[in-house]
């Protein structure tokens, strides 16, 4: 078991950029750098999507509608996963949420809501235009 604590989000104008962390923790043993980690928003009425995963290898993948805008990334020695947000639309206006799953992944199931066992809270993004 992970916890995963996001932090970052908050409100911004469109064309502005965020910066979202998640602090990942777990017992004795925790290794960050052996889960696969991910990037989820769901915004009011509709279904939690994937934004952008990034496995233990350092392979990646994000969503067509954020391509080019957002870049996953991780420390592995700060336990943290980022997300850098440029471009920001109204569109993105959505909870964020950091997932997490021990091993790899197939590059299929990377932006699945399926595959992740562990979430964080989430974090708040609005965008205005």
């Known amino acids: 078991q992970v916890q995963l604590v996001e932090s970052g989000g908050g409100s911004v104008q469109s064309g502005g950029s965020l910066r979202l962390s998640c602090a990942a923790s777990?017992?004795?043993?925790?290794?960050?750098?052996?889960?696969?980690v991910a990037w989820f928003r769901q915004a009011p009425g509709k279904q939690r999507e994937g934004v952008a995963a990034i496995e233990r290898d350092g392979g990646t993948s994000v969503a067509d509608s954020v391509q080019g805008r957002f870049t996953i990334s991780r420390d592995n020695a700060k336990n943290t996963l980022y997300l850098q947000m440029n471009s920001l639309k109204p569109e993105d206006t959505a909870m964020y949420f950091c997932a997490a799953r021990v091993g790899r992944l197939g590059g299929w199931s990377r932006l699945n809501r399926d595959t992740y066992n562990n979430w964080g809270q989430g974090t708040q993004v609005t965008v205005s235009s």
């Open positions: 777990g017992y004795s043993g925790f290794t960050f750098s052996m889960y696969s």
